[in-house]
């Protein structure tokens, strides 16, 4: 759990050049997603972090009109401090339903890989040079040339939505598996992220287009 709050303080202190939706799954017995209060829960130990994130994907939801709040507004931060046990998470939930929350959206990272991507120009089979020593002194650049390649990381990050009030069976809404690459600054990875949930949840009929 520690490994997943550190990964998502990197990745939302950071932006992506792209973000992809990988898989996504919808409860079939919701057919329109609309809570009394919407609780959104950003997993990360970093507080700037968390208060952005949360903050745009409650106004996302606001300008729906879905009742969302930001966790960081509503869960004590002594709360999030240490590793809880069960029970303890359940009496927090239970104080959540009865402050009106029967809804909650929770973003968290689930694994990062390395990557390697080679410069353009050197994935065809090249018939120019017939000569070993001009095809040693053309491609030394994979020793020498710092810019042959570069190395990123993709995050592969997992949202989903619960419902608190209902049983164990029937509580997930929807969750999505989303890969982001390349970070590279907090607010456009916030926005870029933001607007592929958002888009996603409408395309699959959850909330009314804006």
Known sequence: MKNIILLLGIIMLSGCSSIRVVDSWKNEDVLFFKPQKLLVVGVTNNLTARKIFESRLKEEFQKRNINAFESSEIIDVSFTDSKKTEEEINT???GLSEKGFDAIIISAVKGVDDKRNYSRGYYTIDYRWRRFGRYYYYYQDIYYNPDYYNEYKIYHVETSIYNINENDDKSLIWVGALDLVDPQGI???????????INRLEEEGLITRH
């Open 92 to 94: 927090m939930i239970q």
């Open 187 to 197: 607010y456009k990875t916030v926005d870029d992220y933001v607007v592929v949930i």
